[in-house]
């Protein structure tokens, strides 16, 4: 039996993101999610970072399991432009430019003096020096920082091989941003959003965010494919069909 949207929504302790619960599927292990997607490299993890563990958030190798997908992403394939939104220090965009050096990556942030026009849910406000201050420090030049809210921007560059949307998690960001996104890929386009695990969006307000931006665009059949989700990462993966 099939419910309309707004039902769905009106049931949502039954049917807690219904287009999520039939299209999410979960890979027990990186070794898994490289099957599914025939990847045959593994990703360069460079980073004492990606081994910390500051917070409870950071349980199970959280922060090394999102940089083996984003990572896995980028030097699988050869992709040739890859857009991150959500720069904050850089350090996932060192991850990204090290792992496809041919590749030019954009990565968006939001100017300090508009983040009060950024949404409710954002993770981190650096200063404008801070923002991109750890790939600056590698000198890596295969990157290109864009200071701009993306309630407002577009991008103008494409197509877009790999996306990750890491910026504002309001729900409607994550629609908006990816919908932009979606708009510049090809068939075969990967698109990563971070925050987002279905099993834990009744734990953290951000992720039950991403997820309603999610779960909308599938809705507006604007996603209609499957998501892999790697176990205990916070990583959405999203192969665009065609």
């Known amino acids: 039996m099939k419910f309309p949207f ?63 997908v984003i990572g896995g992403a980028c030097c699988n394939g050869t992709p040739r432009i890859i857009l991150e939104i959500g720069t904050s220090h850089g350090r996932t965009t060192v991850l990204i430019a090290q792992n496809a050096p041919e590749a030019t990556v954009y990565t968006v942030n939001i100017p300090p003096e508009e983040i009060a026009q950024g949404g409710r849910n954002v993770t981190f406000a650096p200063s404008r020096d ?9 000198g890596l030049a295969n990157v290109r920082q864009i200071f701009a809210n993306t309630a407002r921007w577009e991008p103008d560059f494409g197509p877009i091989d790999v996306a990750f949307i890491d910026g504002c998690h309001d729900a409607d960001f994550v629609y908006h941003d990816t919908r932009k996104v979606l708009k510049r890929c090809r068939p075969g386009s990967i698109v990563i959003w971070h925050d987002f695990n279905p099993e834990l969006a009744k734990v953290y307000g951000w992720i039950n965010d991403v997820c309603t931006g999610v779960e909308r665009l599938y809705a507006d059949r604007l996603l209609t ?5 790697l176990q205990d990462s916070w990583t959405g993966l999203y192969l665009v069909p065609g």
Not at 130 to 138: F, L, N, P
Not at 225 to 229: C, D, E, N, V
């Open 130 to 138: 801070e923002i991109g201050s750890y790939y600056r420090e590698k």
């Open 225 to 229: 494919g499957r998501i892999l989700h």
């Open 6 to 68: 707004s039902s769905m929504f009106q049931h949502r302790d039954r049917y807690p993101f219904p287009f999520l619960t039939a299209n999410v599927l979960t890979a027990r292990d990186f070794s898994c999610l490289k099957k599914a997607l025939a990847w045959d490299r593994d990703p360069l993890l460079e980073g004492d970072h990606l081994y910390e563990f500051q917070y409870l958030e950071d349980l199970n190798n959280r922060r090394l399991l999102d940089a083996a």
